[in-house]
Structure formats: C-alpha cells, structure tokens
C-alpha cells in the first residue's frame, strides 16, 4: 500500500511539474516571457514578504507597484528564515497569483537560525537535533510545493557548541565542517527534499566570499556536484565602506568561476541593493553580472523594490551632471505610474535602467575570456587578489583547475594548495606558455621546500621596502622613469625579492633610498617566460601606483592578449571571443583610454552608439618592445560607466 500511495504522490507530483503549479495549485498557467531578450529576471521574496503576500490585498498592491517599475518572468518565494516559516496555506494561492501573470515561481529557503546578541549571524547548530529538525522541515515545505528549490547562501555551519567540538574530534575546523555539510546536503537538504517530491531540484546559493568558504563548510568540489545546480552571489556593494570591502570587478569574476566549476550549472547571478552609498554602485553590479553572460539574475528583495518611498540617488554630486551609463535623470523621467498607482521610481526602476541597457549590447558580446588564474578548490591565499588586479585592467578567467593549455597562467598564493603545482608550471613553460607567480605564492613554495629554485633562483626576503620612484626596463637596457612627472607618487610598501643579475631581469623596478626592489621580474625558462609579480603588503595600494607602472605591466602580462589597455587604476576590461569588449570605469571623474588591439585593425565600432573610432597615434616613446606594432584607439568614459565596442 505504501509504495502504491507514493508511486501516486510521484506521479501527481510530475503532473504538476508539467502543469507548472504546486502539490495544492490548480490555477490555469499562462507561459513565462522573458522581459529582456538575453537573460531572465526573477525576484526573490523573503518569508516575511510571504506571509504578508497571504493577504491578496496586499499582494496586489505590491504586485503593481513593482511591475510599474520592473517586469521579471520568475519569483522564488521563501518558505522558512531565520526561525520563521511561511504559512503553507497560503502558498499555493499566492504561487497561483503570480502564475496566471506568466510568472515561473519556485521555492525558496534560508537555513539560518537569527543572529546572536552581537548581531552575527549564526547557522543551523547541525549536531543539535532541534536544528536538524527544522532543517527538515522547511526542506520538506519547499519540496511539497515547488519542483525546483533555491537555497540562500546560509547553508554553512559555523557554531562551537559542545556537541561540535565533541564531533569534531581531532580534525580541524575545516576538515569537520566540510564532512559534516557534505552529509547536510545529501541527507537533510536533497535526501528529505526527494523523499517528499522525486522529482524536484535543489539548487545551492553561493556568495561572494569564495575564498574562505571551507572554513564554515561550503564545498565547490563535492558539494556543488551534488545539487541540481548552483547560482552566485555576485553582491559586491561598496568596495570600501563594507566589512567585507569586495571589489567591483568580483560581481564579474566570481560569475565566471562558478561558471568554470558546474559549466552548464551555474543557473545566474543574485544582487541586492544593500551597501552602496550611490545608485551607479547597484546598476554596476548588475550589468558586470550580465558582462559575464549569467543567463538569469535574481534581484533581492521582494520588500526593498515594493517599497512605496522612492530611491534615492546617494552620494554622486560629482558626477550628477555628466551623461553617465546609469543616469539618474534619464531613470525618473522614463517612469510612468499607472493611472490610480502611487508608485515612485524605487529601486526596481533602478535595476530596470540598468538591465535594460545591458541587454542593449549582450547579443553582440562572445564568449567571455580573459588570463587564466588557477585557484584549487579549498584554498586561499593573498584572498581576493584577483579582482584587485581586475580593478587594474587585466582581465581574469578564474579556474578551478590548472589551465594546462592557457598560453599564460596567473599564479596567486592559494595555487599552492596544489601539491603538484611546480611540476605544472615547468610543463607549461617547456610548452611555450607564460607562467606569472606572485610573490606570495614565491614565499609559500619556498618556505614549504617546494622546488621553485629549480625553475629561477629567486627568492623572497619580505624586508619591507618603501617605493615612490618606479623606473622600467628591456630586458636589463636603458631604463625609463615610470612616475608622472610633476606628480609625487605615494609611498607604497614591497615586500623584497631576490634575484642574480643577468639571470633575472626586473622590467618594473621600485626605488627607495638608492635601493631597488622588482615590481615585475621576467627570466626564461625552456620556450616560456616565468614573471614574477611583487604584490604590495597592502594590495589595495595597487591601485597607488603611478598610472606608467600600471600601463608597463598590463604591457608585459597581457603581450598575448588581444586587447588592453593604458588607463589609471579602477578600469577594468571584459574581453570576448568575438574581438569584442568593454572598457568600464569605476572612477568618480572623467577618463580617457587607450587602447591597444591587434596590428591591423582599421577601427573600433562602438556597440551602443555605432560610432566609429579611429586609430590615435602613440607619439609618448614606450618601454615595451611590442607597443609600436599594436594598433590603438583613445576612449573617452564618463565617471562609473562603460563602453563597448567591436574590433574591424
């Protein structure tokens, strides 16, 4: 009798699977269309939106205020956060509401149990059986309704009860946790979800914090395999006045890696419109998730964009006059309330201005490229440093497994978590490629006895040596000053490094006191070129290099890419396969560019405009060898915007 029921259960479940409503749903369901023709939009809805959303009063109104701002063709609707759980009755009928509008609607979960009398947030204890029992049943409440299930990014464990330590045993933190949320999201999360709903899929929310993630248990190697798919947390907010102090370029990068990890998994991006002390700040999270190709973004929340206050602009007074890619002005005046709506321009108009003109010009972008940049799964090391160096203008593809055919491999410390690594990189210098290792991972191997040596005799010594003065080189030749002149740079502190003259050639050299230090170091090795990048003590201070030494090293590590350029710090680069790309400033001011593309090309096309640009002759003498064989352009970019453009 039982296997006969849950044969029953199974097949009704599958009919409404098809029917595209819940276990309880019976509402006719008109099909989904998508807003914009690139990507989806989905909202996700909060419980303690969906509990007030049980009134259908409420949900109207809701409903319309946001729709006069933004259409999406999807919501998740949570059923349990934070000890709090939807009302299951309700479900249905709301999912019903949204359904007969053409709007997909899935579940969603947050397992996370409040926040502690600090205000931290505190994960599920999962060696408390009270815990493993909500765990269960908010699984089970989202599986019952929806055929397809997203989890928040809590679904990590950080507590320390007795029980923990007790479990733990002698394993580290690390070690116990991931063992432990491997076991979660087979048995507490997939397990129960399946039990009640065989045919549902569970997709896991990662956030933006990647390189600490095995401390508390999240697991991109195993973990992220187990689930139906995953999907990013491309929130960056402000890159400064946030704890985590995430860059811009990481709502780009991080899409890209996930993306490298579960390639036909990694189902969108997920931005939210906290942390940012102007408006252009959440429109440039937007479009960059959009720049890495992510097929949906999901914009959180649901009670931030229904609000009936309107958005405000923030703090973009020096920029408030200039035609910016995201323009206020232009925003509220294309807003139009309904005949008997009391909607404002919100946040939702906000995310429609942005969207809608990313989607102007993704169409005629190809498949997003950049250096490959190795980092192992369960690593970290010199944490972030990627999209700082993005925030430089050197595109980044970050990869969870070593690139062994990229023509050049940028190594940061968390590569050492690979135990064969060294014997990586000399396979890929004897193949012709170009390794670039930073100073950090050049202190690990060398301290753990690695084998670096035997590629270069270079060592790291870590006296902190203080620079103003940057000079550069050809290969040990005339040197050229690399300051602005008339400009005193400020003082940025190496970490020293060691090399023999005329073995090793510091291409970018930092003066102290009569004393140098390699900003970049070169030297051969079988077909390939090994460099060596000296990362300041405080990485941040990357972007405190005079504007020369930025261009000089873009020169050396992007020589085999197809595009770059000469800009100050906070430019960035999104590069495509098509000989197309965009050049987006996150400066407060007006830019000027150039850039650099192959020998030949008779001129940039820009892809919002159709305007053409024309080459624009180097009359400054450089230290790079292959610059006079480039062919360049100059563009001009408003503060916080972007350009796109096509290569002919």
């Not at 929806?146 to 507590?159: A, M, P, R, S």
């Not at 320390?160 to 330590?165: G, H, K």
């Not at 210098?429 to 390794?435: H, I, M, N, S, T």
Request: contains cysteine; hydrophobic residues 40%.
């Amino acid at each position: 009798m039982k296997r006969r029921n849950h044969w029953a259960r199974g097949a009704l479940v599958a009919l409404c699977g098809a029917l595209g409503i819940g276990l309880l749903g019976t509402a006719p369901v008109r099909a989904a269309v998508r807003p914009y023709k690139h990507f989806s939009v989905a909202i996700y809805i909060p419980v303690t939106s969906t509990r007030q959303l049980a009134d259908p009063q409420t949900l109207r109104r809701q409903f319309r205020r946001i729709w006069s701002q933004v259409h999406f063709n999807k919501v998740y609707l949570e059923v349990y956060r934070d000890q709090l759980f939807a009302d299951p009755t309700s479900l249905d009928r709301i999912a019903a509401f949204f359904r007969r509008r053409g709007i997909t609607v899935d579940g969603g979960i947050t397992l996370f149990a409040g926040r502690n009398k600090y205000n931290q947030y505190n994960s599920f204890d999962f060696e408390n059986p009270h815990d493993v029992a909500m765990c269960e049943r908010a699984v089970r409440m989202a599986a019952r309704h929806f055929n397809t299930v997203i989890l928040d990014d809590f679904t990590f464990f950080n507590t320390r009860s007795n029980a923990d330590i007790k479990a733990k045993g002698a394993l580290s933190w690390t070690q116990y946790r991931l063992r432990k949320m491997r076991w979660v999201a087979r048995h507490l999360i997939i397990g129960a979800a399946h039990k009640v709903n065989p045919h549902v899929k569970v997709i896991i929310k990662y956030p933006n914090w990647y390189e600490h993630f095995q401390g508390l248990g999240f697991d991109l190697d195993h973990e992220a395999k187990m689930f139906s798919g995953i999907y990013t947390g491309d929130e960056t907010r402000d890159p400064v006045h946030t704890a985590q102090m995430l860059q811009q370029y990481e709502s780009y990068l991080i899409y890209r890696y996930y993306h490298n990890i579960r390639p036909r998994g990694d189902k969108g991006g997920w931005v939210d419109t906290f942390g940012n002390r102007y408006a252009d700040r959440y429109a440039e999270q937007l479009w960059d998730t959009l720049f890495a190709k992510a097929p949906e973004i999901t914009l959180f929340s649901w009670p931030q964009l229904a609000v009936p206050e309107p958005a405000t602009p923030g703090n973009r007074y020096a920029w408030a006059a200039d035609r910016t890619s995201f323009d206020w002005n232009a925003m509220v005046h294309a807003f139009k309330a309904p005949p008997g709506s009391e909607a404002v321009p919100g946040w939702a108009s906000v995310a429609a201005y942005a969207l809608g003109k990313a989607d102007k010009i993704l169409g005629k972008l190809g498949h997003p490229i950049g250096i490959a940049s190795y980092k192992p799964f369960q690593s970290s090391g010199e944490d972030f440093l990627q999209n700082y160096l993005g925030n430089i203008g050197i595109p980044i593809n970050l990869m969870p497994h070593f690139p062994a055919h990229a023509p050049v491999v940028l190594l940061t410390a968390e590569a050492a978590a690979d135990p064969h690594l060294v014997a990586e990189i000399k396979a890929r210098l004897k193949a012709g490629g170009d390794v670039i290792i930073t100073s950090g991972l050049l202190q690990v191997l060398e301290r753990e006895h690695r084998g670096i040596k035997s590629v270069a005799e270079i060592t790291y010594t870590g006296e902190p040596i203080a620079v103003r003065h940057y000079l550069g080189s050809i290969a040990g030749g005339t040197t050229a000053g690399l300051n602005v002149p008339g400009q005193r740079a400020p003082r940025v502190i190496f970490p020293g490094i060691r090399f023999y003259t005329n073995d090793s050639w510091p291409v970018v050299q930092g003066e102290a006191a009569a004393h140098g230090v390699p900003v970049l170091l070169m030297t051969g090795y079988s077909h390939g070129q090994l460099y060596v990048l000296d990362v300041p003590s405080n990485m941040g201070d990357l972007y405190r290099l005079p504007e020369p030494v930025l261009n000089t090293l873009r020169g050396y590590l992007l020589a085999r890419f197809p595009v770059r350029i000469n800009a100050p710090a906070h430019v960035a680069v999104f590069a495509y396969s098509n000989d197309t790309f965009i050049v987006e400033s996150y400066l407060p001011r007006p830019v000027t560019v150039r850039v650099f593309v192959h020998p030949g090309a008779r001129e940039l096309l820009d892809l919002s405009s159709g305007r053409r640009v024309l080459p624009a002759a180097i009359v400054t003498p450089s230290p790079l060898p292959s610059e006079q064989d480039q062919t360049s352009f100059i563009v001009r970019l408003a503060p916080h915007s972007y350009r796109a453009f096509s290569v002919h």
